[in-house]
């Protein structure tokens, strides 16, 4: 593969063998099959067909070549044998190891990593300039410390040095790509700072603004973009793929109580998420740490729904969103087998909200295998919708009403007339319980969100 180029999914099919080690210690949820799997359906985002498989059992990875001789002899000769375009390794492969793996194997086929591969992925489906950078920012920080396999054939030659030549004397092409890179890096780098300049700028009028902020946060694939759809009436980009979504977007939304809220789609989470995107995507995530409710869709279709989630709920704790309130939005209820539902009233929480929960929900010998998953969870915390065809959205919107209400802090205010402006953006942004009149100003008691608090302590008695 050229250097600092894309793999193009336009051209023509390619085929591909897929590469795993199985460790008695492995730290993912996912089984070895199930991660082989997944890595071929990200392959498909590619139109790379996944034509064979190849595990290796081992104790931990081989330092050197990933897998044993002898397997990598086999792996060459399976390639050979079905005509392989690409192997594909499940973990991110050290600059070494790839460089012997592709020594051993040929140059018949581009061995790449699951790292590699999400990359490419990230660069076909970027669309805004932001996004854009953020990959090639990536790309280019993944690349820099494999330059020395790309060039092992050059090492040694000492090229374009000496007297009145641009570059210093016996410098190696290698040691001119790695400072290249580096220009370019530290060149991409500040783009993005001054694109983050102006995300700061927005960020600070949405934060001022009393207006609550939701984020969507889930599994790729997840349903995040057709549910902003659902909820704002919008049409952003939707594909039933992985990644379709890259770019943050945000959306004005109104609640049952008609207050209005903004909502965020984000980028979606997989397992091994490579550490290079989410270091250049950092500014992206934002929203999803400045958020005062997440909503984390959640694919039942799935038959690995469980796993997908806890990758989710990891993630956000390792960028420290972790304590931040959140829904669990089960979604894609109308694709599973037992699609049998119920209303039952939750008074318990909020007598006005109904929470939509399978039928005959206090046995769980009735609950849908797939839903399961959601049985050791509060059930106030948890919303049964179909992004698609609309089920369940009237209540998930009256979970997330009742959600932010529990941030609200209750106060008692009177504000003078000549200070009625506040009286617009107390009805505006707060609940109002009561209010009275007398010849000063207007009484209220009110629960008002945390943001506007400071601003209305003046007026508190």
Same mark, same amino acid.
């Given at each position: 593969?050229?250097?600092?180029?894309?793999?193009?999914?336009?051209?023509?099919?390619?085929?591909?063998?897929?590469?795993?080690?199985?460790?008695?210690?492995?730290?993912?949820?996912?089984?070895?099959?199930?991660?082989?799997?997944?890595?071929?359906?990200? &392959?498909?985002?590619?139109?790379?067909?996944?034509?064979?498989?190849?595990?290796?059992? *081992?104790?931990?990875?081989?330092?050197?070549?990933?897998?044993?001789?002898?397997?990598?002899?086999? *792996?060459?000769?399976?390639?050979?044998?079905?005509?392989?375009?690409?192997?594909?390794?499940?973990?991110? *492969?050290?600059?070494?190891?790839?460089?012997?793996?592709? @020594?051993?194997?040929?140059?018949?086929?581009?061995?790449?990593?699951?790292?590699?591969?999400?990359?490419?992925?990230?660069?076909?489906?970027?669309?805004?300039?932001?996004?854009?950078?953020?990959?090639?920012?990536?790309?280019?920080?993944?690349?820099?410390?494999?330059?020395?396999?790309?060039?092992?054939?050059?090492?040694?030659?000492?090229?374009?040095?000496?007297?009145?030549?641009?570059?210093?004397?016996?410098?190696?092409?290698?040691?001119?790509?790695?400072?290249?890179?580096?220009?370019?890096?530290?060149?991409?780098?500040?783009?993005?700072?001054?694109?983050?300049?102006?995300?700061?700028?927005?960020?600070?009028?949405?934060?001022?603004?009393?207006?609550?902020?939701?984020?969507?946060?889930?599994?790729?694939?997840?349903?995040?973009?057709?549910?902003?759809?659902?909820?704002?009436?919008?049409?952003?980009?939707?594909?039933?793929?992985?990644?379709?979504?890259?770019?943050?977007?945000?959306?004005?939304?109104?609640?049952?109580?008609?207050?209005?809220?903004?909502?965020?789609?984000?980028?979606?989470?997989?397992?091994?998420?490579?550490?290079?995107?989410?270091?250049?995507?950092?500014?992206?995530?934002?929203?999803?740490?400045?958020?005062?409710?997440?909503?984390?869709?959640?694919?039942?279709?799935? &038959?690995?729904?469980?796993?997908?989630?806890?990758?989710?709920?990891?993630?956000?704790?390792?960028?420290?969103?972790?304590?931040?309130?959140?829904?669990?939005?089960?979604?894609?209820?109308?694709?599973?087998?037992?699609?049998?539902?119920? @209303?039952?009233?939750?008074?318990?929480?909020?007598?006005?909200?109904?929470?939509?929960?399978?039928?005959?929900?206090?046995?769980?010998?009735?609950?849908?295998?797939?839903?399961?998953?959601?049985?050791?969870?509060?059930?106030?915390?948890?919303?049964?919708?179909?992004?698609?065809?609309?089920?369940?959205?009237?209540?998930?919107?009256?979970?997330?009403? @009742?959600?932010?209400?529990?941030?609200?802090?209750?106060?008692?205010?009177?504000?003078?007339?000549?200070?009625?402006?506040?009286?617009?953006?107390?009805?505006?942004?707060?609940?109002?319980?009561?209010?009275?009149?007398?010849?000063?100003?207007?009484?209220?008691?009110?629960?008002?969100?945390?943001?506007?608090?400071?601003?209305?302590?003046?007026?508190?008695?």
């Amino acid at each position: 593969m050229a250097r600092f180029s894309f793999y193009n999914p336009h051209e023509n099919s390619s085929r591909a063998l897929v590469v795993a080690v199985e460790t008695p210690s492995a730290a993912c949820d996912f089984t070895t099959q199930e991660s082989l799997s997944e890595l071929s359906h990200l &392959a498909e985002t590619l139109n790379i067909t996944t034509v064979g498989k190849l595990v290796q059992k *081992l104790v931990a990875p081989v330092h050197s070549t990933y897998i044993g001789s002898g397997k990598l002899l086999e *792996l060459k000769h399976m390639a050979q044998s079905l005509m392989c375009d690409f192997i594909i390794f499940d973990d991110e *492969l050290s600059p070494s190891q790839q460089s012997n793996i592709c @020594h051993a194997v040929g140059k018949s086929f581009q061995v790449i990593d699951r790292c590699s591969l999400i990359l490419d992925i990230f660069a076909a489906h970027a669309t805004t300039k932001e996004g854009k950078l953020q990959v090639k920012l990536a790309h280019m920080q993944y690349m820099l410390p494999r330059l020395k396999g790309m060039w092992s054939h050059l090492l040694g030659e000492q090229t374009r040095g000496g007297i009145g030549s641009r570059f210093g004397q016996g410098e190696s092409q290698l040691e001119i790509d790695r400072r290249l890179s580096r220009e370019k890096i530290a060149h991409v780098k500040q783009q993005l700072a001054a694109l983050e300049i102006q995300r700061k700028v927005q960020r600070s009028i949405r934060s001022s603004s009393p207006l609550y902020k939701i984020a969507l946060v889930g599994y790729t694939n997840a349903g995040k973009s057709t549910l902003l759809n659902r909820i704002s009436h919008s049409s952003t980009y939707v594909k039933d793929e992985l990644f379709a979504t890259l770019d943050s977007t945000t959306r004005s939304i109104t609640l049952p109580d008609t207050r209005r809220a903004v909502l965020s789609d984000t980028v979606g989470f997989i397992q091994k998420l490579p550490t290079e995107l989410i270091d250049a995507f950092k500014s992206t995530l934002l929203d999803v740490v400045s958020a005062d409710l997440l909503l984390c869709v959640v694919d039942v279709s799935s &038959a690995h729904a469980e796993k997908e989630m806890n990758v989710v709920l990891s993630i956000l704790n390792d960028i420290g969103a972790g304590s931040i309130p959140y829904l669990i939005v089960a979604n894609k209820i109308d694709r599973i087998a037992s699609n049998s539902y119920a @209303h039952a009233s939750e008074h318990e929480v909020s007598p006005c909200v109904e929470y939509l929960t399978p039928s005959n929900s206090s046995s769980a010998h009735t609950q849908p295998n797939e839903l399961a998953l959601f049985n050791s969870i509060d059930p106030t915390n948890v919303a049964y919708i179909s992004a698609e065809t609309g089920q369940g959205i009237e209540t998930l919107l009256q979970m997330i009403s @009742h959600k932010l209400m529990s941030q609200e802090t209750y106060m008692v205010l009177h504000v003078a007339y000549k200070d009625s402006s506040f009286i617009s953006l107390i009805h505006t942004y707060g609940r109002v319980v009561h209010e009275t009149y007398d010849e000063q100003g207007t009484q209220l008691c009110v629960y008002v969100p945390r943001k506007l608090v400071e601003r209305l302590k003046p007026f508190e008695l």
